[in-house]
């Protein structure tokens, strides 16, 4: 159903170190580093975080969260500790997710510029 996700960023710099070390933690890297933006993409599509193209200020929505699959649980863990190590907050800490189908596994995290985000995987043990 979806092409591709972009999320705005005022520091260019910053969101692709974040980017780079949580993408990396469920293996995908980025396909193109421009000046404004950074691209990362696999056979799923495409998630590019650069400054806003009408030069304003990025901001995030309410409400609004873009989730990523892992693989495993150590696909979690790692994602959301590479973005607590990389000028990410904690919005939720790795685990079941008793509300979500299949119980799944999933950890959250505001990027740097406070986009919310988040990591899922199947539950090993439902």
Known sequence: MLNHVFLGTNDVEKSRAFYNATMDAIGVKPVNELPHA??????GGAVAVGKP????????????????????????????????????????????????????????????????ICVFCPNENA
């Open 38 to 43: 950074t691209i990362y993409a696999n056979e």
């Open 53 to 116: 193209a009408n030069g304003e200020a990025a901001n995030p929505s309410n409400g609004a969260t873009l989730g990523f699959k892992a693989k495993n649980y150590d696909e979690v863990n790692a994602w959301h500790a590479a973005g607590l190590a990389n000028g990410g907050t904690d919005e939720g800490a790795p685990g079941v997710r008793e509300n979500s189908p299949g119980q799944m596994y999933g950890a959250y995290l505001r990027d740097p510029d406070g986009n919310k």
